[in-house]
């Protein structure tokens, strides 16, 4: 540390005219003529294990300096329970997961700590949002017609504090047009297997606006696993799939004639293989990325009927979820088959390093590719029903 | 300093300020989140081109950012840490480097490539940043990395 770094310092204070600075860079970076009001903002970079002490000072800075939010914000997960540790994870982590949580309350923001905001706020068809989270701007776009680009932690950030984003992309219908027609043949699948095919068109189409045709299950569910796995492989913000998503009725209209592509039952089984890492024994089960929902909570205890889960077993999902699903009575049932709710965090979850745990399976598509590479295990991918039977 | 002036063509300037300090040149694009140690400003990205450097006090000249968007933040924590860039000078506007360099207060360019690559390693540079203007004061070594 030298001299000159200590007069930085103090000359340091993001304040929210650094964010309207913030926005009107991106504006014209991303060659945007004009900013758009935006009805709601979701920001990522919440995790204490992502972000780190470099996102807390920032977060204290700019909370200290006293700006508001000026319209309704929701946050991601963190990587812990910020109330409660049943599984010893590390108190510092916790501690400054807690810092993050009180910066954000400061600047205004809802902590939900969730990565489903669209299950507390359903934005209307066209309504203007700034959402961070991949899988939250993919369903916002594709299954409200909600209109928001893949906005980073920061920028969402500085959107809730501005109220404005940069007019351009997903925010213009012409650059929600799809340019890529892409036929489904396959029957009903399960929920896994809808994620790896939303790999799969991740993978192939992730810089297009596809158009698909012949997805035959019409589960909530199965739709947010696909979608949020497209969206893990792909930069895509938005897929239009015949029979399910809002704009379908005018992308119909404009999608090109010509099948780019058919996507069979084989590619998607590769999928999965190419997911699961090797055939050793699971270790334990993860469910629940995205957060699941209550419904999703309701189709799980009654896959398990009167079945026990035989490893550890979670399930992620938000506090107001997790709250909900006491009261009704479901996390007795969870709990009596020896699974547990974790609430606050997502499935990188400090507790996998606290308990030793290398090889979960989970039913989520997305969920493997991030148990992988962001925590270096070796998930295998597997349905819920496939995971009560291992 | 004997040698002239070497004046480049106007840059786009993203953040503003007046600054100096010598040139390092990363042909390759550069991570900040887990690519660069937030507390000392060494690059540890592994077979990195510019591994094992500090970026501290230096005219850091990259084509632009890759990698995780918690970037930003880094370069905040070097800034507040005093071992941040004197300025970056990219080759293509990147919402990552921006982002940071704002929260940040690092002076940031938006210069053609083929300006940058007059730009030599250890060259000492002199950045008007309202005017987008860059200068090579005095000449680093001729090898090129």
Known sequence: MNESGASRVSTLKPSSETMWRLIEALRGGSG???LVAIRSAHISGVSYSNIGIAGIEFLEDLAASGVRVKVRTTVNPGCADIYANPYGIDGDT???????VESFRKIGATTTLSCTPYEGHQPFLGEHIAWAESSAVIFANSMFGARTNRESGISALASAVTGKSPNYGMHMRKDRVPNVRVEVDIGDIDEARAGALGYVLGTKFGSTIPFVKGVRFREKHKVKGLLAAASTAGPMPLI????????IGWARRKVPEKVEHRIGMDEIEEAVEHLSCDSEEPDSILLGCPHLSLEEIDLV???????????????????????LAKDLGYVDKIERAGAAIVVDSCIIWSGLKALG?????TNSAKGCFYLRNAMGLRPRLCSVRECLRL | MTLRELKLERAKVVVGGMTEGEALISSQPITFFGGVDPETGEVVEEGHEIGGERLSHKVLVFPHGKGSTVGSYVLYSLAKRGV????????RFDAIIASGCIISGIPLLIAPERSLGRIRKGDKIR????AGRIEVLGRGSRTRP
């Not at chain 1, 916790?94 to 993050?100: E, H, L, S, T």
């Not at chain 1, 799939?241 to 809002?246: C, M, N, P, Y």
């Not at chain 1, 205890?301 to 709250?323: H, N, Q, S, W, Y």
């Open chain 1, 301 to 323: 205890v009654r896959e398990m009927g009167d079945r026990k889960f035989d490893r550890p077993a979670f399930l992620f999902t938000c506090r107001e979820i997790g709250r």
């Open chain 1, 94 to 100: 916790i501690k400054n997961q807690r810092r993050i």
């Open chain 2, 127 to 130: 950045i008007y940043g309202r």
């Open chain 2, 84 to 91: 941040a860039p004197a300025a970056i000078i990219n080759a």
């Open chain 1, 357 to 361: 745990l290398k090889r979960p399976a």
């Open chain 1, 240 to 247: 239009h799939i015949d029979g399910v998503t809002a704009e």
């Open chain 1, 32 to 34: 945007a003529r004009n």
